[in-house]
């Protein structure tokens, strides 16, 4: 037998000596060629399954083949040998057949089938050591059954599973056999059951699981608790009721001590098995309720008499653990108590908020002791599990009193324990702390190895984003963060630093971040992340610093032009759009930027080339009007629920990362500015539809009509044929312009359609005002029951007169309106204060076919009806118009001119001041105007209020209208005593530009 061993010794010392590949391939070839040649069948000697039965162990080469198919090579001979070896009764040859049957043969092979009888004879083959002095039959017997439970798992085909998985869980359940086969029996049960999830029924094998956890032996339990933990991670709520066994058994060894000598580890009872105990009490968070009554079944599984005890005797567990685990002196004991107390803290954190709060503060308390311990490995997992701990309600505050040490582990040689350190500053950032903690990875950055770089950047933006209670901080800290760490900053981080200045238009955080960019690229040096950054907020709302010192739009492009020699495409591709933007909005820097463009018209990068000719040819192929859009600020971009950094985080530290929980969780600062930007896309939609329906003073009236308007004429076509019929929907936008025109023009017509036409004719002196509405009948026929009401304004002493029965109230009154004939009505009204709406008045009729109408209109009432106008010296309107600054005081707002409007000239501006002066009755002041593009005016609102000596009520206006003719805008702004007054004025003025 030596030689023989020495033979296998040889051929392994030949390999290893090979000096290339295809020395090392010729001899495994020839060894094969010898092999097959000893293995052919001669005309004597052969079994029935082929094999030559006249070779000895060795001389079947199976230990050669298993060492030559380890190296990779294919076997493909000898499967009837390693069959023959299998067979037999000596333990050594079934030991090689059984290690060669595990490794050679597949799931597919064609021998299958054969080899499932030959498993199948050992695994039912009679013990008979089960019980007393095991006989040398009976350990034949065992091995040879633990034998083949490790062939079914190794080879773990369909066919072999579906043929054996019966036996398997028969020997599992079975007394007759050894513990050491029950325990190979339930790790192979273990390996099938991966392989087929739905192999075995949980609720018609949770018994036999229950009584495999009564079993004595620490050995069978611990392969139970492999194979339980695997069961219930698949169908866990079918095994819910084996948590009081668990619990028991965890009990007696933690509390009681009670285990063998020979499953002591240091002093520890088996803490592996606790381990595995423990592991299987988290897939239940809520362990902790109280069970079922006494005596119930759950799942067919008879419950312990003592049932709601279990939890009391949990509780005392996880607490000893906590109490009675600390460092120790040797490194194995250590190591094998701290994986017990990290599981039992695993524990606390997925019982969360409902768990004990003296187990979770313990647990706080604990950890915080471990992570400032020498012992890395302790440090390392104190810092991982107190990550988890801090995701529960009401854990930070602990967590925070640890703060200085955590920093303290940021600075750590191993760079693992640095991760874990970020890990829980991360979790355990809050508002309170968002500013200290961030500023602190801000300053260790710069000290920071490139390892952990990225991750560390990646986290400070997150963090920044989404705890910074003012925006303009979240712009300084990434201007930070590229200027120690642009390499390390990706595009995901500055596309979000666009996204967020876009998308919040509010206060002057696009001001802000102009400025600042602006200034962070005046450098000759400074990274390219930075340019991109600057080139593209520049180009949206760099006119918004346009008129400060040393930041005019030549300027602008003078800064972000001296990076371009040193800029990549992508850079140079954004510095492209931004020229053509500035180019659009300074005259003066078209000289400078069409250079540029002739230059690329002929680079070879694709990108940059199409982009200089579109943006060169786009004045000559489109109208200035069709340019002006083309190139106007991009819309604010689409807000989804997880941002670009959070999915970046989530893909490189998975779903069930501490830090990934923490980031897809909004924080209260976020929440807040989602009120906000939601508040504002609110104002701003009801301001595009001001604007879109020229509504004026009295936007919130008209819009409530149209509603109310839309639901009448729904309902009267839908819900009730009754109901009277409202505005038509195609009437609306006329009426919406007839009456922005009737707010600063004598007469007109308020509102037409097939049946009616209501006319209106105003007049107004000083604080008071004669308003005549005629109602004139265009239908075919009669209009029965028609009535007029006008509501009753505080602000407005009113006398009404009318046509008989025109002022009735009840349905049944009014008056009827022959064909072409009018019915008339006459308003006597004197102001009593400042306001911005306009009167209501509703009109009903009914017609000769018996359908009722009735259409909700405002009269055009406003504030500048009552104006008279004033004339100022330029000092004096100057003095007056700075006494009134204030935000009560000062309305302000920026509106486009008309799309079709001819370009802002001289003579359009001619056309603004006749609206400043006619259609508002304000006096013009000359001389106080700058520039030709601005138009300036005063006037008196008049009312017929008196104070304590006697005298009306007066309030002096202002309004000043400065045009851009760049940009195709104009500003109104307007200052008055009263904010109303300011309100109801820029409204007026800003309908009127738009229909000039």
């Not at 739905?198 to 018994?207: I, K, M, S």
């Not at 139970?224 to 695997?230: A, F």
């Not at 009401?394 to 955590?406: C, F, L, R, Y």
Request: include cysteine; proline fraction near 4%; aromatic fraction near 6%.
């Amino acid at each position: 037998m030596a030689s023989q061993a020495r033979g296998l010794q040889n051929f392994i010392s030949d390999l290893r000596n090979a000096k290339s590949k295809d020395e090392e391939t010729k001899r495994v070839d020839k060894e094969l060629a010898n092999i097959r040649k000893k293995f052919t069948t001669g005309s004597t000697g052969a079994g029935v399954d082929g094999s030559n039965t006249s070779l000895s162990t060795y001389q079947r080469k199976v230990w050669k083949l298993v060492y030559i198919h380890i190296l990779g090579y294919d076997v493909d001979f000898g499967h009837p040998e390693v069959l023959a070896l299998v067979r037999s009764n000596k333990f050594s040859e079934k030991q090689v057949g059984y290690v060669a049957l595990s490794l050679l043969l597949r799931g597919g092979d064609s021998l299958i089938s054969t080899v499932v009888n030959i498993i199948r004879a050992d695994l039912t083959a009679s013990s008979g050591g089960a019980g007393g002095k095991p006989t040398n039959s009976a350990v034949m017997t065992d091995a040879a059954q633990s034998l083949a439970l490790c062939s079914i798992a190794n080879i773990s085909g369909l066919e072999l599973i579906q043929s054996l998985h019966v036996e398997v869980q028969q020997i599992l359940v079975s007394k007759v056999f050894s513990a050491n086969v029950r325990k190979k029996a339930a790790l192979c049960l273990l390996r099938l059951v991966r392989t087929s999830p739905n192999l075995v029924a949980g609720r018609e094998f949770a018994p036999h699981i229950a009584q495999l956890l009564q079993d004595r032996h620490l050995g069978v339990l611990t392969s139970t608790m492999s194979l339980l933990n695997g069961l219930a991670s698949q169908h866990t709520e079918e095994y819910e009721s084996l948590i009081p066994y668990v619990v028991h058994i965890l009990g007696m060894l933690v509390l009681k001590k009670a285990c063998a000598r020979e499953y002591l580890y240091y002093r520890t009872p088996s803490p592996w098995l606790q381990i595995k105990l423990l592991k299987f009490l988290q897939l239940y968070p809520q362990a902790l309720t109280p069970p079922e009554a006494n005596g119930a079944k759950k799942n067919g599984t008879p419950v312990p008499a003592n049932n709601k005890t279990y939890i009391t005797q949990l509780t005392s567990v996880i607490s000893k653990i906590l109490t009675e685990t600390d460092v120790s002196d040797s490194i194995n004991k250590s190591n094998a108590d701290h994986a017990v107390l990290f599981e039992a803290v695993n524990l606390i954190c997925v019982w969360g908020s409902g768990g004990p709060v003296q187990l979770r503060d313990g647990a706080m308390k604990l950890l915080g002791k471990f992570i400032s311990v020498r012992e890395p490995n302790i440090r390392y997992l104190g810092l991982m599990t107190m990550a988890k701990l801090a995701q529960l309600e009401g854990s930070t505050d602990g967590i925070k009193k640890h703060q200085a040490t955590v920093l303290v582990s940021l600075k750590d040689a191993d760079i693992s324990v640095r991760r874990r350190a970020l890990d829980l500053l991360f979790v355990m950032c809050d508002t309170d702390n968002a500013e200290r903690i961030v500023d602190e990875l801000v300053a260790h950055l710069v000290l920071a190895d490139a390892a952990i770089r990225e991750e560390m950047v990646l986290k400070i933006a997150i963090l920044a984003e989404k705890y910074a209670t003012d925006l303009r901080w979240y712009v300084d800290t990434i201007l930070k963060l590229i200027s120690i760490s642009g390499d390390h900053v990706s595009d995901p981080i500055w596309h979000r630093v666009v996204q967020i200045v876009t998308n919040h238009p509010q206060g002057d955080l696009q001001a802000y971040a102009a400025a600042t960019l602006l200034v962070a690229a005046s450098p000759r040096r400074c990274h390219e992340t930075a340019v991109r950054v600057a080139s593209y907020v520049l180009g949206e709302f760099g006119f918004l610093i346009a008129e400060r010192p040393g930041m005019s739009g030549e300027e602008q492009f003078r800064i972000l032009h001296q990076h371009w020699t040193t800029s990549d495409s992508p850079t140079r591709a954004i510095l492209i759009s931004t020229y053509a933007k500035l180019s659009n909005l300074y005259e003066e820097c078209r000289p400078l930027v069409a250079p540029v463009f002739a230059r690329c018209k002929n680079s070879v990068d694709v990108e940059i080339q199409q982009r200089s000719m579109e943006y060169a040819s786009m004045r000559e192929a489109f109208s200035p009007e069709a340019v002006e859009d083309l190139l106007r600020e991009m819309p604010p971009f689409e807000d989804k629920r997880q941002s670009a950094l959070e999915a970046r985080l989530r893909e490189k530290e998975g779903d069930d990362s501490a830090a990934v929980v923490k980031a897809s969780r909004p924080s209260a600062a976020q929440r807040l500015r989602q009120a906000q930007a939601e508040a504002a896309r609110q104002a701003e939609e009801a301001a595009a539809a001001a604007a879109a329906a020229h509504t004026g003073p009295g936007l919130n009236s008209v819009r409530e009509e149209d509603n109310q308007t839309k639901s009448r004429s729904e309902a009267s076509t839908v819900t009730n044929s009754q109901a009277p019929v409202g505005i038509p929907k195609e009437v609306i936008p006329a009426m919406r312009k007839a009456f922005s025109n009737l707010c600063t023009s004598p007469s007109g017509v308020l509102f037409e359609n097939a049946l009616l036409q209501v006319g209106v004719k105003h007049e107004y002196v000083g604080a008071q005002g004669r308003i005549s509405v005629f109602f004139g009948n265009l239908s075919s026929g009669a209009l029965h029951h028609f009535r007029a009401s006008v509501d009753d304004c505080e602000h407005l002493r009113m006398q009404k007169q009318g046509t008989a029965g025109l002022l009735d109230e009840g349905e049944d009154g009014g008056c009827t309106v022959a064909v072409r004939t009018q019915a008339k009505l006459l308003l006597l009204v004197e102001v009593t204060a400042p306001f911005d709406d306009a009167p209501a008045m509703r009109v009903m009729f009914e017609t000769e076919d018996g359908v009722r109408h009735e259409y909700p209109l405002r009269l055009p009432v406003v504030a500048t009806c009552f104006m008279e106008p004033v004339t100022l010296e330029p000092g004096a309107f100057m003095q007056r118009w700075k006494s009134l600054e204030g935000q009560d005081r000062e309305c302000q707002e920026v509106v486009k001119a008309p799309e079709k409007a001819p370009p802002i000239d001289e003579e359009y501006m001619r056309r603004i001041a006749l609206i400043i002066t006619e259609g508002l009755k304000f006096g013009r002041c000359q001389g106080c105007d700058p520039t030709p593009w601005t138009v300036s005016g005063a006037a008196t609102f008049r009312t017929g209020a008196k104070d304590l000596n006697g005298n009306n009520i007066n309030v002096g206006c202002l309004v000043r209208v400065e045009a851009n003719p760049q940009a195709g805008a104009f500003r109104v702004t307007t200052r008055t005593l009263h904010p109303l007054c300011s309100k109801a004025v820029k409204n007026v003025a800003l309908v009127s530009i738009k229909l000039a």
